[in-house]
């Protein structure tokens, strides 16, 4: 039995996601074959996957930017938000006015305010986007998604543009977001140590299916130094067909 981890959001009650038999096909190309994928509520989850295998046509889906073809089956739980890996905020609106877009007027800027409290940007709220740093602007991002009180976080590579050191402070804060909404969460990653960091669950992309679905059984914090860690590490970049060597 894996044990419990103190760590993990202490209320998840919304509904599972379950997606079945979905196709997607670009001309003769088909990036995703009958896939099936169950995600539990409250989950973090990690997908990997060699470029092309079809993540982002998933994380797309699942969202609903890219529609399901009709013989596909999705119950995902509503409502959900992305953030990308590019914050795309709007120049011309201030930062609090970017998050709380769509959004109806009344309580508007209250609720901005909490958002961007809860990332650290409280003190950012009146600026123009063109002045926040890479860190700040995705901060903002995942603000405007936390205003909407997602129970489907889906996060597409959204710290691939960061430096090292502001990735491990916004690995830290997306845990920290995670515990607290407890949305069922996905993020797309190239990174395999991202995703042993993050996720209690990596799932990796090949041939349009899932080929292997790997439980990180480690508790929070993790390190790099961990032997459990390197063990995963291994087994996840022989499931991708990288040379052990080169990865070294």
């Given at each position: 039995m894996r044990p419990m981890d103190m760590h993990a959001p202490a209320f998840a009650t919304h509904d599972p996601l379950r997606v079945r038999n979905l196709t997607r096909r670009f001309g003769e190309n088909t990036v995703?074959?009958?896939?099936?994928?169950?995600?539990?509520?409250?989950?973090?989850?990690?997908?990997?996957?060699?470029?092309?295998?079809?993540?982002?046509?998933?994380?797309?889906?699942?969202?609903?930017?890219?529609?399901?073809?009709?013989?596909?089956?999705?119950?995902?739980?509503?409502?959900?938000?992305?953030?990308?890996?590019?914050?795309?905020?709007?120049?011309?609106?201030?930062?609090?006015?970017?998050?709380?877009?769509?959004?109806?007027?009344?309580?508007?800027?209250?609720?901005?305010?909490?958002?961007?409290?809860?990332?650290?940007?409280?003190?950012?709220?009146?600026?123009w986007p063109a002045t926040l740093s890479g860190g700040e602007a995705q901060r903002a991002a995942l603000a405007r998604a936390l205003v909407r009180e997602p129970r489907l976080l889906l996060l597409d590579e959204p710290f691939a543009a960061l430096d090292a050191l502001t990735r491990i402070r916004m690995h830290a804060l997306v845990l920290d977001l995670w515990r607290h909404h407890g949305p069922t969460t996905l993020i797309v990653t190239h990174d395999v140590d991202e995703a042993v960091l993050l996720a209690d669950r990596v799932l990796v992309l090949d041939g349009g299916r899932i080929a292997a679905d790997i439980a990180v059984d480690l508790p929070r914090p993790r390190a790099h130094a961990d032997a459990g860690f390197a063990a995963l590490r291994r087994r996840l970049l022989t499931e991708l067909g990288v040379d052990q060597q080169e990865a070294a």
């Open positions: 995703l074959d009958a896939l099936n994928l169950d995600l539990a509520p409250g989950s973090f989850t990690a997908l990997l996957g060699r470029s092309g295998s079809g993540k982002t046509t998933l994380l797309r889906t699942l969202a609903g930017l890219d529609e399901a073809p009709h013989e596909a089956r999705l119950d995902l739980p509503r409502p959900a938000a992305v953030v990308f890996q590019e914050p795309r905020l709007l120049p011309w609106k201030k930062v609090w006015q970017n998050v709380v877009l769509g959004l109806p007027s009344a309580g508007a800027r209250r609720r901005a305010a909490q958002a961007l409290t809860e990332v650290g940007l409280d003190h950012r709220q009146d600026v």
